[in-house]
């Protein structure tokens, strides 16, 4: 049987990350080693620092990744691609060039008989009112028009250096540790969530770029995936056991 994977928050094209270059090289490499044994490969969210796509224009880069993403599903790997909140701005170019099939909400499926909850994060069980408005704010039609009237020389440098200063902001540019589960929003909206869905197997997600692997019953799980930035963690999925792993260049990925 194949596995699954489960990857997400790289950042890719990032100016906070000095290296940028080996970062994505080492995520190809990754998804190179997988090729082989891998039934389907999931990103939740943020592998772009910054993604605003115009109907005939792309941000520039990412080559290495995008035609691994192509190989990867003409090799008939499903790859899905969930929007984070840095990359909210995804039109038809991944799916109609690369083959992906993009996610714009929180999806329950079913992954070799087991229930799963897939999401990004952002925006679940977070009280702060200020990212609340700046998500509504980006994910507005209306807005995302109005900055589609703005050249992309000077759109694409004002987002990415937007991202740059979120991140630079943050002690070491990095998330606050795990709060616990009394503290941490996407633990507490977990759980209440399972409450109304109990059979949820596993609940997955990305955004909080910490590594963590929660039993939350006898029969359910969460797990938020890291990243690829500093851990370079994934989970993979076999069909009867699940483990969060982190990637170290040249090991076999069987």
Same mark, same amino acid.
């Given at each position: 049987m194949k596995k699954v994977?489960?990857?997400?928050?790289?950042?890719?094209?990032?100016?906070?990350?000095? /290296?940028? @270059?080996?970062?994505? @090289?080492?995520?190809?490499?990754?998804?190179?080693?997988?090729?082989? /044994?891998?039934?389907?490969?999931y990103f939740l969210g943020d592998m772009f620092d910054f993604w605003y796509e115009y109907k005939l224009v792309v941000p520039k880069g990412y080559t290495r990744f995008l035609g691994k993403l192509s190989e990867l599903t003409d090799r008939g790997v499903e790859v899905h691609f969930f929007i984070g909140n840095h990359d909210i701005w995804c039109?038809? *170019?991944?799916?109609?060039? &690369?083959?992906?099939?993009?996610?714009?909400?929180?999806?329950? &499926?079913?992954? *070799?008989?087991?229930?799963? *909850?897939?999401? /990004?994060?952002?925006?679940?069980?977070?009280?702060?009112?200020?990212?609340?408005?700046?998500?509504?704010?980006?994910?507005?039609?209306?807005?995302?028009?109005?900055?589609?009237t703005i050249h992309p020389r000077w759109a694409v440098d004002f987002g990415l250096e937007w991202a740059k200063h979120s991140r630079l902001k943050r002690e070491g540019g990095k998330e606050p540790d795990y709060q616990g589960e009394k503290e941490e929003p996407l633990v507490i909206y977990t759980k209440e969530y399972l409450k109304e869905h109990p059979q949820i197997n596993f609940f997955m997600y990305g955004h909080r770029h910490i590594m963590l692997d929660l039993m939350l019953s006898h029969s359910s799980r969460m797990l938020i995936l890291g990243d690829w930035i500093h851990e370079f963690s994934y989970a993979v999925f076999d069909g009867e056991n699940m483990f969060l792993e982190q990637y170290i260049e040249g090991e076999s990925q069987l």
């Open positions: 994977y489960f990857l997400s928050d790289a950042h890719l094209g990032s100016r906070a990350i000095p /290296h940028a @270059r080996t970062q994505e @090289r080492r995520l190809v490499n990754f998804l190179d080693s997988i090729k082989n /044994h891998a039934a389907a490969v039109g038809d *170019y991944l799916e109609k060039e &690369c083959g992906v099939v993009i996610h714009r909400q929180p999806l329950n &499926c079913e992954i *070799y008989g087991k229930e799963f *909850y897939l999401a /990004h994060g952002d925006g679940l069980g977070d009280k702060d009112w200020k990212f609340k408005l700046l998500r509504a704010m980006f994910h507005s039609t209306t807005l995302q028009r109005l900055f589609s």
